[in-house]
């Protein structure tokens, strides 16, 4: 029970949230590259950009904007507890400001209309 006690604290969360936004970031890197390929021809790329109008596309790209501010915003977090002086006090304060922006990063979600 002990070993895991570590995992209910906000940093962990903070680490997990970053770990998880860059997974799916490298992901979607792929089908990126894959779609800036197709802009050579002009009939699969128009096709393409057609399907894009649809709502549950327009929503997977809201994610993808979430994920990019969570991702960045873990990667400032990061920066900032290796080279600034910071004590737990303030790691934990850094971490829990962390949460509450993911948690405006999902609020914003729940309210966008595609």
């Known amino acids: 029970m002990r070993a895991a006690a570590h995992r209910n604290h906000p940093a962990w969360w903070a ?3 970053h770990r998880l936004s860059g997974l799916a970031l490298a992901l979607f890197l792929p089908a ?3 779609v800036l390929a197709t802009a050579v ?4 790329f128009d ?6 109008d649809r709502p549950l596309v327009k929503l997977a790209e809201a994610v993808l904007v979430g994920l990019l501010a969570l991702h960045m915003a873990g990667g400032l977090r990061l920066l900032a507890l290796e080279f600034l002086p910071w ?3 303030q790691k934990t304060r850094i971490a829990l400001a962390f949460g509450a922006g993911f ?3 999902l609020l914003t979600l729940l309210m966008a209309r595609p």
């Open 41 to 44: 021809e002009d009939a699969s």
């Open 87 to 89: 004590s737990d006090t």
């Open 47 to 52: 096709a393409f950009v057609a399907w894009t």
């Open 15 to 17: 680490f997990l949230a």
């Open 32 to 34: 990126h590259f894959l």
């Open 103 to 105: 948690a405006a990063v």
